[in-house]
């Protein structure tokens, strides 16, 4: 296993809300949030290794984090712990990604697998940081702290310090409303 020091995690850059699923289950056309995300990271020239891939989730040629949360709560995998990330750059050897499916606004169900997610990898690599991609942003003007005129991007848009600090619970400015 290589070693792990950065837990990331991003949001998909996706509507709020929007589950990313298509089509029916089982027909033609039908396409998951996964296969969704994969697409995309294809079309930016991402690539999967053919042996790694073969070992692990064939089917995503292009996939660069490792877990995505759906907005149903489901935790599915993307690359293998094992698999060099696509998703920080500068930052992919150590690291495992971990990506919310929508942009600053994330369901009850989402907000509780991220907590069993990193919960479960923070057990498995105690020394690794846990941020967020837009933690890993250059410091430009080099006072030693990342601030948002200093972000690339706003990713995984939530301030993920703010939220270990308040014990990994839901940041309601970041809830998103369901119905039930």
Not at 9 to 32: E, K, M, V, W, Y
Not at 70 to 99: F, K, M
Not at 120 to 133: F, M
């Amino acid at each position: 296993m290589r070693p792990i020091n950065l837990i990331v995690i991003h949001c998909a850059a996706t509507p709020n809300g929007d589950s990313l699923f298509r089509g029916s289950p089982g027909t033609p056309g039908q396409r998951t949030p996964v296969q969704a995300i994969d697409a995309m990271h294809q079309a930016r020239g991402f690539r999967r290794s053919p042996k790694v891939r073969q070992a692990f989730n064939p089917q995503l040629a292009a996939i660069g984090y490792h877990f995505v949360l759906y907005t149903n709560g489901a935790i599915v995998t993307g690359r293998a712990p094992a698999e060099i990330g696509a998703h920080v750059q500068g930052h992919n050897v150590d690291s495992l990604g971990i990506c919310l499916v929508g942009t600053d606004k994330f369901s009850p169900a989402q907000w509780e697998s991220l907590r069993g997610v990193v919960d479960s990898l923070a057990k498995l690599y105690p020394a690794a940081r846990i941020v967020g991609h837009r933690d890993l942003s250059p410091d430009t003007d080099g006072d030693g702290k990342v601030e948002p005129k200093e972000w690339i991007k706003v990713c995984p848009g939530f301030d993920v310090g703010t939220w270990l600090a308040g014990g990994m619970a839901p940041l309601t400015d970041h809830l998103l409303e369901t119905s039930r």
